[in-house]
């Protein structure tokens, strides 16, 4: 059983900068891919960000170029660093863990205008 636990969200104003954190506990953390979803008020959950256990990356286009996936795996942390964070960046950030499907509780993150 794998645990995840996400920190680092809260409020920012607009062009501001944020970095999420994700520890895990349990399990095998270098052989998982991982990712960060978000979820908006009214919205569905989407992939914000992805690593795979070789430190492959790929983004969704709205943060492209904003946001920076990276893995510490001697640490079993997953981190997102958000550059020039807009108000549509805001919602529940959660911390995933491929494929066994874990996630987090996630984390609050609103930008201000």
């Known amino acids: 059983q794998v645990q995840l636990v996400e920190s680092g969200g809260g409020l920012v104003q607009s062009g501001g900068s944020l970095r999420l954190s994700c520890v895990a506990s349990?399990?095998?953390?270098?052989?998982?891919?991982m990712a960060w979803y978000r979820q908006a008020p009214g919205k569905q959950r989407e992939l914000v960000a992805a690593?795979?256990?070789?430190?492959?990356?790929n983004y969704a286009a709205s943060v492209k170029g904003r946001f920076t996936i990276s893995r510490d795996n001697s640490k079993k942390t997953v981190y997102l660093q958000m550059n020039s964070l807009k108000p549509e960046d805001t919602a529940v950030y959660y911390c995933?863990?491929?494929?066994?499907?874990?996630w987090g509780q996630g984390t609050q993150v609103t930008v201000s205008s």
């Open positions: 349990g399990g095998r953390f270098s052989i998982y891919a």
């Open positions: 995933f863990a491929g494929p066994a499907d874990y």
């Open positions: 690593i795979t256990s070789g430190g492959s990356t």
